[in-house]
């Protein structure tokens, strides 16, 4: 045991002195799995968040068994190919629908402007010619029909989008006429009458326009469906790979950790005493910890009521060395915990810094342990 006012520091002598190339090569292989499960958190980060805001978006996606979803997920996903490759024909039916629709607008809005009546709504109104100079405080946005058919036959992108906005606009026509012209007036009634043939013709064309704005929202439905399809199936198979990187990760540590136990030379007598005793100031919990890891290569070992007694001497070296790693860390740990109890921690570089450390250690913990056994149990105990 070194020291004599605190608890005894292991001192865990894994590499010989004259191998420093052998020790710089695990240590670079530990670094390289560190940088790897960085990645990997990061990706993880990236799933965990996705499905987050998935089941946050669908709070009542109905329930059933994962098999099941799976399969009808494969399916929409197998159908959305499908659709997308076709996707440049729907789009082009879709134009010429639309095409199709305006056309037959076109030729509504032909029978009203060639109607003897519609010369006073064919140009914008000549404000200042007519002397009309209160115009703009009544007609908050004046209409005509050269400016729908400019706006109609516009290519930068400021034109219709749909017959529906088309419509508004030629209804604005007669409606600021109205508003502005006294009933009695020749312009109010003759805006009212177009109006009303309007009315009427544009209820012939009605269906076909109702018919199209479903055909395109459920067109819109199913798109945004597809795109939710394919980032379900990619961050899907994100996950599935990510399973399988962990699995390799974890098969890195168990070759590192075999190869680190095969550098390890016979423990002295001395250093068998001295980690009997630096057991005994372990916490119950960590004790415990200790006792599984005799377990995992001691599968006749029985650890029943409060007091377990442990032959070190009988020990396998690499069952010694594992506790040796074990018990040293947890030590300096607990050292670490108490010495930093009463410690101003307001550096947030230093806390960014533990935290790094804190990965590595576990990384290099993995390589002192090995997975539990799960067909021994190890019972709890109080003391050694």
Not at 223 to 231: P, R, T
Request: with cysteine; hydrophobic share 30%.
């Amino acid at each position: 045991m070194d020291g004599m006012n605190g608890p005894p520091v292991l001192d865990v002598p894994v590499v010989a002195p004259q191998e420093t190339n052998e020790v710089e090569s695990l240590n670079q292989r530990v670094d390289e799995i560190f940088v790897r499960v960085d990645q990997l958190e990061q990706q993880l980060t990236e799933v965990e968040q996705f499905y987050s805001s998935s089941n946050t978006k669908q709070p009542n996606a109905q329930k059933g068994g994962s098999n099941g979803k799976e399969k009808d997920k494969e399916k929409l996903v197998t159908n959305l190919k499908k659709r997308q490759q076709d996707s440049a024909r729907r789009e082009a039916v879709g134009v010429k629908r639309m095409q199709e629709l305006m056309r037959q607008f076109g030729t509504l809005l032909r029978q009203i402007t060639q109607h003897e009546w519609a010369e006073p709504f064919m140009k914008p109104v000549d404000v200042i010619g007519l002397g009309l100079h209160d115009y703009y405080q009544v007609i908050e946005k004046p209409m005509d029909f050269s400016t729908i058919k400019s706006k109609m036959e516009a290519k930068d992108g400021t034109g219709y989008k749909n017959v529906r906005e088309i419509c508004s606009d030629v209804r604005l026509i007669f409606k600021n006429a109205m508003k502005y012209n006294e009933e009695r007036n020749d312009v109010h009634v003759m805006a009212k009458s177009l109006l009303d043939k309007f009315e009427t013709k544009w209820l012939q064309l009605l269906p076909k326009v109702d018919e199209e704005e479903k055909r395109r929202k459920e067109e819109e439905a199913e798109l945004k469906q597809g795109m939710q399809l394919a980032q379900e199936a990619a961050h899907a198979k994100m996950a599935r790979d990510l399973t399988f990187q962990l699995d390799e990760v974890d098969s890195n540590l168990e070759e590192l950790r075999e190869m680190v136990l095969q550098k390890c030379r016979k423990m002295t007598t001395d250093e068998k005493k001295r980690l009997g005793t630096a057991i005994t100031r372990l916490s119950p919990d960590d004790i415990n910890k200790a006792l599984e890891i005799v377990a995992q290569n001691d599968p006749t070992f029985q650890a029943a009521g409060e007091t377990v007694e442990v032959d070190i001497d009988a020990q396998s070296e690499s069952t010694l060395w594992k506790l040796k790693f074990f018990v040293k860390d947890t030590l300096q740990t607990q050292m670490k915990n108490a010495s930093n109890t009463g410690a101003n921690n307001n550096n947030n570089g230093e806390n960014n810094q533990n935290g790094n450390n804190k990965k590595r250690r576990e990384i290099c913990d993995g390589l002192a342990k090995t997975p539990p056994k799960r067909t021994k149990k190890i019972p709890k105990v109080e003391n050694i």
